[in-house]
């Protein structure tokens, strides 16, 4: 694999992988963790979450083969948690940059539907720059919340977002509306969609087009054959489906 240069916008994709369940057997306190099945069944989960860390292994083969074996032993992962994950479910590791990647870039995690599972910066100390954390940690302690709940906003025997909706409110006007959790075909409607990652690009000088960043797009088996298949075979960001152009 070639090395972006420092200069380049550019983006590296891991192929989706099944994390494997590491502390399945940890116990303490005489019982065994939220790690074992059987445990996180009687908590309401699906099955034991695999551990945070074990996903950072997905990370390791894309900033080795951006950094080189410095990453080992220079590298920092600061990593915002999403979505847990169970034993079977699929992984896919992503790292991009917008501008020069000398010292930093993004990080995401997906499952093979596209929920995002983690996101975050990985950076090249000693003097790292600033990472992920460090303006979430400035924004909670500037503002501390009035309330916090996790757990009570879920329901036992819960598995999914199913019919559920996420309401956004405008800051600037209070307008309210209702986000779908399911993507669906715009087309015909299915839900036996399959994400992709498709370019964002703008012009930088000239002809030349830049990739700026990345969006999960949903491609329909039927309807979108055609960049399905482009998308199992190369396993890269596609086109967008519109390039930039000047204005008449």
């Known amino acids: 694999m070639d090395r972006p240069t420092s200069d380049t916008p550019f983006s590296l994709v891991g192929p989706l992988r099944p994390p494997a369940q590491m502390l399945a057997d940890q116990s303490y306190g005489g019982h065994s963790s939220v790690h074992d099945d059987a445990t996180a069944a009687s908590l309401g989960l699906t099955a034991g979450p695999i551990e945070g860390p074990t996903h950072f292994s997905q990370l390791d083969p894309l900033l ?4 080189g074996d410095r990453w080992f032993s220079h590298g920092c992962v600061s990593a915002h948690f999403q979505t847990m994950v169970v034993e079977g479910e699929e992984v896919r590791a992503t790292i991009s940059s917008t501008g020069p990647a000398a010292r930093t870039v993004r990080i995401d995690a ?13 950076s090249m100390g000693p003097d790292h720059p600033e990472t992920e954390l460090g303006p979430r940690l400035a924004r909670a302690q500037g503002s501390p919340p009035e309330r916090l709940h996790v757990i009570d906003l879920l329901s036992v025997g819960q598995t999914g977002p199913g019919d ?11 307008l309210e509306w209702e986000r779908d959790l399911t993507p669906r075909c715009p087309t015909c409607g299915s839900d036996a969609v399959r994400p992709a990652l498709q370019s964002i690009v703008e012009k930088s000088r000239g002809t030349q087009l830049s990739i700026q960043s990345l969006r999960v797009v949903h491609l329909c088996p039927d309807c979108d054959a055609g960049q399905l298949a482009i998308w199992n075979r190369s396993n890269t960001p596609l086109r967008p489906a519109e390039l930039p152009h000047d204005p008449d």
């Not at 559920?164 to 209070?174: A, H, L, Q």
Request: with cysteine; aromatic share 4%; hydrophobic share 35%.
């Open 64 to 67: 080795a083969a951006l950094w």
């Open 164 to 174: 559920e909706t996420i309401t956004v409110t405008c800051g600037s006007c209070d």
């Open 110 to 122: 997906t499952k093979a539907d596209g929920t995002p599972v983690l996101t975050g910066t990985a």
